[in-house]
């Protein structure tokens, strides 16, 4: 749907359509440690597209080198900025690692609308846990970890600080601008984010073979490519999605069915849809059509001939 894109190498054939969340780890960096690490995420908001965790790692004594290179809040920089800053974070396979883990908005749906729900500070908490248990298990020694946090920062802490003992753990506000490898992490996620909108390919206009299909590739053009930033308040994102409604079968898997915004735009727009139950249709009728001594009585009781407790 989009120009060529800039190749982002946590993204691993940018001509498949995402469909399942995954996580991408960058080489283990070979000197000594301990290390310290930062977490961040881009995309929470949005209801269009992934969710993504970043993670970025250097050697504690590398923290004064760090200071130099220009990392910061990623949503204070341009674009061209925090695609030559991860460049730098890949620059120096030695010193420098990151990771990401992207929530596919399939998953992010998927869990959010079960019962019980997987609420997505769950789903954040989970993709934390499991960036910083695999660098561990790569052999990194990790002394201190920040995250960036946008609730409540004492909980999170302190569970943290349970699951991985020994590290100290910092949660703060703003951790992206407090600290320069948070804000390498915000960058790694932001640039993995925004590469996967920019050149979304669309599930559905891929046939079995992952090839484009003559009439499929009409429906995508229908889609349109100008997602805006897949943020509810992005006027772009407003038109996309109105225009995009298909009454009957809804939206594609970009969209993340469990925002608000999309379930409102279904409930205005979309077809009713009346889901029967052919089995419970069929026990009420014959209960319904029974007559006489049978008329109330239960539809099991009825079909095996149970006339007392005894018979059982």
């Given at each position: 749907m989009a120009e060529e894109q800039t190749h982002v190498p946590s993204i691993a054939d940018p001509s498949q359509p995402l469909t399942a969340s995954y996580t991408y780890h960058s080489p283990r960096p070979t000197t000594k440690g301990p290390y310290i690490l930062g977490v961040d995420e881009a995309g929470r908001g949005p209801v269009l597209g992934p969710m993504v965790y970043g993670v970025a790692y250097c050697p504690a004594a590398y923290q004064d080198d760090l200071e130099t290179l220009g990392f910061a809040d990623s949503k204070t920089l341009n674009a061209a900025t925090r695609s030559t800053l991860l460049d730098t974070l890949c620059s120096d396979p030695t010193n420098l690692a990151w990771s990401v883990r992207v929530l596919a908005p399939q998953a992010i749906s998927s869990g959010m609308l079960r019962r019980p729900p997987t609420n997505l500070n769950r789903q954040s908490e989970d993709a934390t846990i499991l960036l910083i248990r695999e660098v561990l298990q790569s052999g990194v020694e990790l002394?201190?970890?920040?995250?960036?946090?946008?609730?409540?920062?004492?909980?999170?802490?302190?569970?943290?600080?349970?699951?991985?003992?020994?590290?100290?753990?910092?949660?703060?506000?703003?951790?992206?601008?407090?600290?320069k490898i948070v804000g390498a992490a915000s960058v790694a996620a932001k640039v993995t984010r925004d590469a996967w909108i920019e050149g979304w390919v669309f599930e559905e206009a891929c046939d079995e073979a992952g090839e484009d299909d003559g009439d499929k590739v009409m429906d995508e053009r229908k889609w349109g490519d100008t997602l805006g930033s897949g943020y509810p308040s992005d006027p772009k994102t407003q038109a996309w999605i109105k225009s995009s409604l298909e009454p009957t079968f809804g939206f594609p898997s970009l969209v993340r069915f469990s925002w608000t915004t999309i379930k409102?735009?279904?409930?205005?727009?979309?077809?009713?849809?009346?889901?029967?139950?052919?089995?419970?249709?069929?026990?009420?009728?014959?209960?319904?059509?029974?007559?006489?001594?049978?008329?109330?009585?239960?539809?099991?009781?009825?079909?095996?001939?149970?006339?007392?407790?005894?018979?059982l």
């Open positions: 002394s201190d970890v920040f995250v960036d946090a946008l609730g409540p920062t004492k909980a999170w802490e302190e569970n943290l600080s349970r699951q991985f003992p020994g590290i100290n753990f910092t949660v703060t506000a703003k951790a992206d601008s407090k600290f409102v735009a279904l409930e205005k727009n979309g077809h009713s849809v009346e889901w029967i139950d052919e089995g419970q249709a069929s026990l009420t009728k014959a209960f319904e059509s029974a007559t006489g001594r049978d008329k109330d009585r239960s539809a099991v009781t009825r079909d095996l001939h149970l006339r007392s407790v005894g018979m």
